[in-house]
């Protein structure tokens, strides 16, 4: 099942700790309306800017899996609301200015950045259908959560 032109269900589904333990990592309908409105609003512009093809390095957890990789049963992954990615070849610090700059997203985490390797890291980035925050936060080891991005 697509998403949106360039993202499937498969991609926002796939787990290897639910493949290990025989978790059920299925979305119910409303979860599956979340992530085609999250593909739609974020990573399809996203993709469309820099023209580079991409997957998900986590998109959708059940309850169980968050359970089981030690997140809690409200994250956002768990809603559909959120996607963890990142773009072959594309600095993630670029990434996040991008995505802040161009587009409406309810939290972006710049996570585990490290200014002198480009490749570090990931985006964190969820969307809600309406009352987006905007909140934008970097991820660092051992100084946890900041507001803001690194300049």
């Not at 998403?3 to 796939?14: C, G, V």
């Not at 956002?76 to 773009?87: C, N, R, S, T």
């Not at 490749?119 to 909140?135: L, P, Q």
Request: net charge negative.
């Amino acid at each position: 099942m697509r998403l949106s032109p360039h993202f499937t269900l498969k991609e926002f589904t796939r787990s290897q700790t639910a493949d290990r333990h025989g978790i059920d990592n299925s979305p119910n309908d409303a979860q599956t309306e979340r992530m085609k409105i999250l593909c739609e609003n974020v990573l399809e512009p996203v993709r469309e800017h820099f023209g580079k093809s991409f997957s998900p390095s986590s998109g959708f957890r059940c309850e169980e899996l968050c359970l089981k990789i030690g997140s809690k049963t409200t994250s956002q992954h768990a809603k559909g609301e959120a996607v963890d990615f990142e773009i072959p070849g594309v600095d993630n610090k670029e990434l996040a200015f991008w995505i802040v700059d161009n587009l409406e997203f309810d939290q972006l985490i710049l996570e585990y950045y490290k200014p002198e390797d480009p490749d570090s890291g990931w985006i964190h980035v969820s969307y809600k259908g309406e009352g987006n925050r905007n909140e934008v936060l970097t991820m660092t080891k051992g100084s946890g959560y900041s507001f803001g991005l690194p300049t």
